[in-house]
């Protein structure tokens, strides 16, 4: 039996080094036993792995399996290291074994990783800071979580770059992570005992939490889902999720009644203060990239709100969305379809400018999924508050945005469809896109003004 000791649960590169070795010398998965830290011997005793044969021919396996390994070697299943060592070893004979998702082994590690990943997202969303005083008079923001699996150290990244110029410790039951500004630290497991239950900035979120809460979009089923109960007790809006549901009828007739009157002073306020947070946005790095976050502006009881891409070099300089040559031909083709740009609401899906320099020049460059997703988040934010019968995504880019997933115009154009959150979503091409095409310029323009014309009749019908 051949003992292999990693470093901790999460020990990837230890993994994968004792199970390129043992590949190499043809060991069976049955023939390991797979060790973390000091975790009891094998009490039969143990040969530690086997150097790779100086005979033995290198192999390499397809990227996806290591995107694979990395997620579910953090899954909490004791057998994950030796269910991704045997589909290593299948994988040296059959190169196409992950193609098989059929496969009950493939099934159950992606079933592990997607367990992870979805595990790492909740502790993105879910790890709430409350600020205690330090030594020195210094402050520290300390907060608790307990993940299902082990994730804490690889989740260390997003929380280093996403409050950089902070001091902070996440404490979780078996692992604790410390940031000073400058290092990351860390130490054993803590208990709840251990966080601090609150700071007075917690009622200032109660109140923006409140006024931005939409009775008339509630789905506790769906609430639930994304938000499970078991991370309640540790977000303090929560403690006001039950009250506004139970009196979300008359609060929603309270709203419909504001509407009829002019725009209500509580939307108004969440809006201001959103775009206030999102100008300190350091939510992806492309906040070092552009010169300012650029907020969508237009009126806060808009019918239809319009989601371009992100924003280009005059709309960096300006810090005003649409403002550009592309901006021009939008407000020309609203004109044309007989659609008031001034009563529309017009934001990006992407809130900093994405370039490459070139001399004098900033080139754009597209959005990748990974902003797209961070920047999501502001645009989420928007529709809450503003609550359009009509989103417009202009372009790919907006499209993957609204509705979370790669959509294709051609299939998506020139019709509505439902947005997880209610209301229509339409999609149609980009004005920028019309500027770069070369044949056909007319009759593209005269298709975008019929798609614009489209929805603004739409919209009418919905007021």
Known sequence: MHVVRLDNEEDFDGWRDAARSLALAQVPPTEVSWQVGDSPQDLFGGTPTPAAPHSATPFSVPRPFLDLARSAICHSDPERFSLLYTLLLRLREEPRAMEDSPDPLVRRLERMAKEVRRDMHKMHAFVRFREVAAEGGSTRYVAW??????????????????????????????????????????????????????????????????????????????MAKEMPKKYWKNMPETALVNGLIAGAQAREARMVAASRGGIGDNALAAWEAVREEAKGCTRCHLYKCGTQTVFGEGPIDAKIMFVGEQPGDQEDLAGKPFVGPAGQLLDRALGDAGVDRSATYVTNAVKHFKFEPRGKRRIHQKPEAPEIAACRWWLEQERTIIRPPITVALGATAARSLFGKVVTISAMRGKAHSIHDGGEGWVTVHPSFLLRVRDNREEEYARFVEDLAM?????????
């Open 145 to 222: 979580f307990e993940p299902d699996h082990h994730i804490v150290r690889s989740n260390s990244g997003f929380f280093v770059r996403r409050f950089a110029n902070m001091a902070w410790s996440i404490l979780t039951p078996q692992l604790s992570i410390h940031w000073d500004g400058e290092t990351l630290t860390q130490s054993p497991g803590a208990t709840r005992a251990d966080a601090p239950d609150g700071d007075p900035v917690e009622e200032t979120w109660k109140a923006y939490y409140a006024s931005i809460f939409n009775p008339a979009r509630v789905k506790v089923k769906a």
């Open 455 to 463: 929805i603004g009749k739409r919209a009418k019908a919905l007021a």
